[in-house]
């Protein structure tokens, strides 16, 4: 594939502009990725942009009086699930039209969407048949684990993994046909964090670390091929990078010790790097919290990109960029998390500042620092957009 020549300014499509950050290339601007809650996407066609598709329009807006008039998070719970549904519209095709480079899917098996059909009512409460096994139920404005499949680590190595087919990615195969020009993301099971949050349990995952290591070292091993055969079928739908969503920090401090990350995650990450790279394509690694100790492991083990790098974990995006841009890209720059108590002009400073930082060295794609929460004051929203659209026009370096 070519990539443009800033120094010629010869415009590169968003595909061609994101892969070159991912691989340390030049690029014409820095390239920008968008990330909305839900019911952010609802909001937002309700009340500030109305997307090209009038249908989604109208039921996002239909969703969103609903959920407003309901009393927000007093809501019936069907009244805060249905704006779920737009998770992949949102972030998919809606964030192309507010000026984004990246669109991302997730394949049938891990979809919001293929879950709705499983919908039903225990004790008067809603209850959906997740990933895995897993039976959810909403907490909040997110559906949850209510009932984990796996009891106790004796049970881990007993437990089927879902088939995996191309047929899953039929929705990919979709919109690969009807953007050939934007970078498509292809969302992958997360290794560490499904078992934690969907199989055994957080507390059970920890304990079994100590309990029984050979049978969670066993299983992760399992997961992890079971991974690299979605990163195989998302490259063969058309994925531009594979993205796998796996937290590995809180806030401050990584989730479990940086040795145990070592002995137990890291080997299979690095596997699941090097199988992305084997199918051609790079990935963008996704987690939350405290990210700082595992910088060296993640340039070691190869990954492409890392997101979302939030400031309100303790990262430092300067320092870690000074010392690691030259290896790693950054997918991060607008902090919606903290953005939220900002007035518009000091989130505006903020994403600038980022934006100064990361175009130095080229490998630095402006993405938001979590999924934006509807709970966003609207004209903080506008301070995004416009200021991303001002470096996107080269008013700023």
Same mark, same amino acid.
């Given at each position: 594939?070519?990539?443009? /020549?800033?120094?010629?300014?010869?415009?590169?499509?968003?595909?061609?502009?994101?892969?070159?950050?991912?691989?340390?290339?030049?690029?014409?601007?820095?390239?920008?990725?968008?990330?909305? /809650?839900?019911?952010?996407?609802?909001?937002?066609?309700?009340?500030?942009?109305?997307?090209?598709?009038?249908?989604?329009?109208?039921?996002?807006?239909?969703? &969103?009086?609903?959920?407003?008039? @309901?009393?927000?998070?007093? =809501?019936?719970?069907?009244?805060?699930?249905?704006?779920?549904?737009?998770?992949?519209?949102?972030?998919?095709?809606?964030?192309?039209?507010?000026?984004?480079d990246v669109s991302i899917q997730s394949p049938a098996l891990i979809s919001p969407i293929?879950?709705?059909?499983?919908?039903? &009512?225990?004790?008067?409460?809603?209850?959906?048949?997740?990933?895995?096994?897993?039976?959810?139920?909403? @907490?909040?404005?997110?559906?949850?684990?209510?009932?984990?499949?796996?009891? /106790? =680590?004796?049970?881990?190595?007993?437990?089927?993994?879902?088939?995996?087919?191309?047929?899953?990615?039929?929705?990919?195969?979709?919109?690969?046909?009807?953007?050939?020009?934007?970078?498509?993301?292809?969302?992958?099971?997360?290794?560490?964090?499904?078992?934690?949050?969907?199989?055994?349990?957080?507390?059970?995952?920890?304990?079994?670390?100590?309990?029984?290591?050979?049978?969670?070292?066993?299983?992760?091993?399992?997961?992890?091929?079971?991974?690299?055969?979605?990163?195989?079928?998302?490259?063969?739908?058309?994925?531009?990078?594979?993205?796998?969503?796996?937290?590995?920090?809180?806030?401050?401090?990584?989730?479990?010790?940086?040795?145990?990350?070592?002995?137990?995650?890291?080997?299979?990450?690095?596997?699941?790097?090097?199988?992305?790279?084997?199918?051609?394509?790079?990935?963008?690694?996704?987690?939350?919290?405290?990210?700082?100790?595992?910088?060296?492991?993640?340039?070691?083990? @190869?990954?492409?990109?890392?997101?979302?790098?939030?400031?309100?974990?303790?990262?430092?995006?300067?320092?870690?960029?000074?010392?690691?841009?030259?290896?790693?890209?950054?997918?991060?720059?607008?902090?919606?998390? +903290?953005?939220?108590?900002?007035?518009?002009?000091?989130?505006?400073?903020?994403?600038?500042?980022?934006?100064?930082?990361?175009?130095?060295?080229?490998?630095?794609?402006?993405?938001?620092?979590?999924?934006?929460?509807?709970?966003?004051?609207?004209? /903080?929203?506008?301070?995004?957009?416009?200021?991303? &659209?001002?470096? +996107?026009?080269?008013?700023?370096?």
């Amino acid at each position: 594939m070519k990539i443009a /020549n800033p120094s010629a300014k010869e415009p590169m499509t968003p595909r061609e502009r994101v892969l070159a950050v991912a691989k340390g290339l030049p690029v014409d601007r820095t390239p920008v990725m968008y990330w909305l /809650n839900p019911h952010t996407t609802c909001r937002l066609l309700a009340e500030y942009r109305p997307g090209r598709n009038h249908v989604a329009r109208l039921l996002a807006s239909y969703l &969103w009086r609903r959920f407003i008039q @309901g009393g927000e998070f007093d =809501a019936p719970e069907l009244v805060r699930a249905l704006p779920l549904l737009f998770e992949e519209y949102g972030n998919g095709t809606y964030v192309l039209e507010l000026g984004a480079d990246v669109s991302i899917q997730s394949p049938a098996l891990i979809s919001p969407i293929n879950f709705i059909g499983s919908i039903r &009512w225990k004790n008067g409460r809603l209850r959906v048949q997740g990933p895995f096994g897993t039976t959810m139920g909403l @907490g909040g404005i997110y559906m949850e684990p209510l009932e984990l499949p796996i009891k /106790n =680590a004796d049970d881990l190595n007993a437990h089927q993994l879902p088939p995996i087919t191309d047929k899953q990615f039929a929705a990919i195969r979709k919109i690969r046909q009807a953007h050939p020009e934007t970078c498509i993301l292809v969302e992958v099971a997360s290794l560490q964090q499904a078992v934690c949050d969907f199989m055994i349990g957080t507390m059970q995952f920890m304990l079994a670390l100590y309990d029984y290591p050979d049978a969670i070292k066993e299983f992760m091993g399992r997961m992890a091929d079971w991974i690299i055969e979605m990163v195989r079928c998302a490259v063969r739908a058309g994925a531009d990078i594979v993205y796998l969503q796996d937290d590995y920090g809180m806030t401050d401090r990584p989730l479990i010790s940086v040795d145990m990350w070592l002995e137990y995650t890291y080997p299979h990450l690095k596997r699941i790097v090097e199988a992305a790279h084997d199918a051609g394509v790079p990935i963008m690694l996704h987690s939350c919290g405290y990210q700082m100790s595992f910088l060296d492991y993640y340039v070691k083990a @190869g990954v492409d990109v890392l997101q979302s790098f939030q400031p309100k974990a303790g990262n430092d995006f300067e320092a870690a960029y000074e010392k690691y841009g030259d290896r790693l890209a950054f997918a991060t720059g607008i902090d919606v998390q +903290q953005g939220e108590r900002m007035t518009p002009h000091e989130l505006r400073n903020s994403i600038l500042r980022s934006h100064e930082i990361g175009r130095h060295k080229g490998r630095h794609i402006l993405a938001m620092t979590h999924m934006m929460q509807y709970t966003m004051p609207l004209q /903080n929203v506008r301070a995004i957009l416009d200021t991303v &659209w001002e470096i +996107q026009r080269g008013r700023h370096g």
